[in-house]
Every structure is written in C-alpha cells, then in structure tokens.
C-alpha cells in the first residue's frame, strides 16, 4: 500500500522537509514557485525590479514582489516566464531596461511563453504616464497586464480604471519629488546644525576619520558610524604654505610653479583612486584657485557647493533629461555650518584676506577691452590658436607654444606676438593691393571677408598668410604657409 510516508521518502532528500510541512500545516504553500497553482489556464510574465543593488537586497526584493504577483494570479493560471531589472530606474522607458526590453521582443514572438503580463507593485513598473502608452502596445499582441491595485486585469476600456492609473502616475512623481525635497532639507540642517561630513572626497590637505556612532539610535545598533575631516599628515602642510605664500603677496602661478618645480604631488597625483575622472598630475592656476576660495579649510562644513542638473523638461522625470551636468551653486546657496566642524588648516582672518588678494581687479580705466580677431588666428609655429592679449594699452594676441605660467619656461622657440592693429593694416593692405577689398576698406570689412571665404590668419613671427578652415583637421606646424610680410613682398 502507497502511504504518505513512502510519497515522502520518494521526494528528494532536500525537500523532505518541505513535504512534512506542507502536509502538516494542512494547505499548500504560497510563497515562492512551489505554491499550487491551477491546471492550464493563463501563461504569466512575472515582471519586477529594484532601483539600485547598493541599498536593497535583490533577492528578498524579487521575492516580494513574486508573491504578490503569484497571490494574484494563482487561481487563473502559473507564471511561466520571469523577467527583472536590477538598478535601472523606473523613469526610463520600457526599451531602455533589460528586463522589460527583453519582455517586449518576446510579446511579438508568435512562440512567447506567456498570454499575460503580471506585475507586483505599480511603482516597480511604470512611472508617470508610461502605463498608458505601453498596455495598448502590449494589448495590441493580445498580452494583458495584472496588477495588484487593481485585483487582476487591467482595462483601459474601462474610465474607472483609467482614472486609477492617472491617480497612481500622478503618486508615482509625487514620491520622488516628495522624497527629494525630504532629502536635501535634511542635509541643509545636518550641515548647518551638526556641521557633518555628508560624503564626497575629502578636500586636498584633509583625510577621513571616524567620529563615532550614528546619532540615530537605530542606525547605530546597526554599526553605522560618522565621519569628519581630519587634517593629512602629508599634503596639510602643503595648504598651509599655499596660503602663507598668497598672503606674502606671491601669485597664483608662482605658487603653482613652485610647486610643480618641487615636485610636490598634486592633488589628482597623490590620491588618483579617487580623481579617476582627473587626467593631470602638474598643478594648474584652477587647481590652485579652488584650494585657495575653499572654505572648508577655516574648519567649517560646507556643502551644496556644486550641484547636479540633469536637464528635465518636467520636473522629477528623468525620462525627460537632456544629460546631466555639474554646475556651482551660487554663494547665497551654499550651508555652512554655525560651528567649526572640523581642524583648521588657515586662520579665518587670514582666509577672508587671501580672498582680497585673489580678487580679479578691474581695468584702471573701466573700459571694455574688445579683440576683433578672436578666433581668426593660428600660430604658423605649433597650430593654436592665438590668445588675446592686452599689451601697451592696446589689443594683442601672442602664442607661447602651450606653456602655462605655472611651468618653467622653454625659450627654445621664440613666442608670437602681434598687435592687432598692425595685423588689421596689414592683410588690409594685402587684400586691398590683390583687389579682394577696396584699398579704403576697415576693419568691419575684413572680418566680414574672412568669415564669408571661411579663412583663417596663419601669424608666424615675423610673417602673416591667409589658409582656408578645415574642420575636418586643425593647422599643424607642418602646413605649408607662403611666406608674406606686411611690406608687400611675396
């Protein structure tokens, strides 16, 4: 005779527990795919996702959901298929997410395992109007949507539940635009009251230590701990000699120039793991100017100095990003907090006098500066292009050959210099004497002629020339250029 006990001992040894206990509890389980289903009917798509891996646990999330989902559907059919997307944000479109575009190439597969779509949680599916446009699509193959919130399938034929979805949609933005503004208030005080450290790479001259447990009890059971700045044994005192050195009346480039002649490390060269994104190891004049207008080393907390942009036409969805980009906050913008939060590495006096000192003076005589030919001349000797230059009260434009004032200097080759009257006069002179321009055309007329032929001025040190743009190269040393002088010789 075939008793119970001999089913159980036919089942395989890892799950003779699962048979004793599902007997004994008296009904089939629920959680998980060994839950009773019913014979035939539907073929579900089971359909779920988790925004990012780093704060939830992708399994116990994917669980969950299933649950629900196989609660749902488990009196109509089985799920036959399982699709999951793990960091991918709801905002973006269906065809952007692994799992719903694998999901959506298998709808109009005439061979797809499943009839129905079965999703745990609206918000894990969809955001805003996307349900609206992607249940026709799907209704259009003869696949249907389940969800919880609305006890089975989805009608879109029906006006009570298309006022449903618009409701959820409308929750859906509302929760992350609620959550952001949440956030950064949060944040505001946390900096301005508590003076915390709310992550980020710690500024050239500072290191990260612990400041001990998490103020919230909960958190803090959980072994979470704080962290503040602490001065670097090794690049602090390289901050400290910037500064003395700016207040002694040395300038920004001097200074960087020392540096890069005393080899001292930058600050992408001495912790490159984190300034991945940083491809120079020489100190720059930008480089410098942040450390010198940073705040933080007067031993205050400062955030929301920089912020993120992603460009959305309507706010809280990033389906509608242009791209994100950094950008500074203005000053009435940044929290600093009441109290030094951390060592001082510069006096506070002496910070807001460095700031006087690093000040960009306006010209003497309050004019504006105009230079005609920017953009319209290149340097016959490495290909740049020329930079304006003030000299003698007049515009200039000069070519050191790619050296910066915070490098040691390369005399080998002479640097270009030209003032921008004598070049006007000059290829005035030129093109009036060629009969390209009156002989009494100006400076207006000029510029208007190179635009128009799409010509550039190639300044050699002594010697100018005409060369068609080429956007598909740049003006390399090895283009061969005419010589001319502005005395008229060819």
Not at 117 to 131: K, L, P, S, T
Request: charged share 25%.
């Amino acid at each position: 005779m075939f008793t119970p006990l001999m089913t159980a001992l036919a089942a395989p040894p890892d799950d003779l527990f699962t048979v004793w206990w599902d007997r004994s509890a008296g009904q089939p389980r629920v959680r998980g795919r060994r839950a009773g289903r019913a014979a035939g009917g539907v073929r579900f798509a089971f359909y779920g996702r988790i925004s990012t891996d780093g704060y939830q646990d992708p399994v116990s999330s994917r669980q969950w959901q299933f649950d629900i989902a196989e609660l749902l559907t488990s009196s109509h059919g089985r799920i036959a298929a399982e699709f999951f997307d793990v960091g991918y944000s709801r905002s973006l479109p269906w065809h952007q997410r692994p799992g719903t575009a694998e999901l959506l190439a298998e709808v109009a597969r005439p061979d797809r395992r499943f009839d129905a779509v079965v999703i745990g949680e609206y918000e894990r599916a969809f955001a805003g109007r996307q349900a609206l446009q992607i249940i026709p699509s799907l209704r259009a193959h003869g696949v249907t949507v389940w969800l919880p919130e609305f006890d089975g399938p989805v009608d879109l034929d029906d006006p009570s539940h298309r006022a449903l979805f618009m409701l959820l949609g409308h929750q859906s933005e509302r929760e992350v635009l609620r959550a952001r503004r949440r956030t950064i208030r949060a944040m505001c005080t946390q900096a301005r009251e508590q003076g915390r450290h709310l992550g980020g790479r710690p500024p050239y001259g500072y290191r990260l230590v612990d400041a001990g447990p998490h103020p919230n009890r909960i958190h803090a059971r959980w072994g979470r701990r704080l962290h503040r700045l602490d001065p670097d044994p090794v690049t602090a005192p390289h901050v400290r000699w910037i500064f003395a050195r700016r207040l002694a009346g040395d300038s920004a480039a001097g200074i960087a120039r020392a540096l890069n002649e005393r080899n001292v490390p930058s600050p992408a060269a001495h912790d490159p793991a984190r300034n991945r994104h940083r491809i120079g190891t020489a100190w720059t004049l930008r480089t410098l100017a942040e450390i010198l207008a940073n705040p933080r080393y007067t031993g205050r907390q400062v955030w929301n100095r920089q912020r993120t942009d992603h460009n959305e036409t309507v706010a809280g969805d990033k389906r509608t990003s242009l791209g994100p980009t950094r950008a500074w906050n203005p000053r009435s913008e940044w929290v600093i907090s009441q109290q030094p939060a951390q060592p001082a590495l510069v006096d506070e006096a002496d910070f807001l006098a460095v700031q006087q000192v690093t000040a960009v003076p306006a010209p003497k005589e309050r004019a504006v500066r105009r230079y005609l030919l920017t953009g319209l001349l290149v340097c016959a000797v490495c290909g740049r292009r020329l930079e304006a230059h003030w000299v003698h009260g007049r515009a200039g434009y000069r070519c050191r050959h790619g050296r910066a004032s915070v490098r040691p200097g390369d005399h080998r080759v002479r640097n270009v210099y030209w003032a921008e009257r004598r070049i006007i006069d000059a290829m005035l002179y030129r093109l009036g004497y060629s009969g390209e321009l009156p002989v009494l055309a100006g400076a207006d007329d000029l510029l208007a002629h190179l635009r128009a032929q799409g010509q550039v001025i190639v300044c050699g040190l002594d010697t100018l020339s005409l060369e068609p743009i080429d956007l598909e190269r740049t003006v390399t040393p090895t283009t061969a250029i005419p010589r001319w002088d502005d005395s008229g010789g060819g």
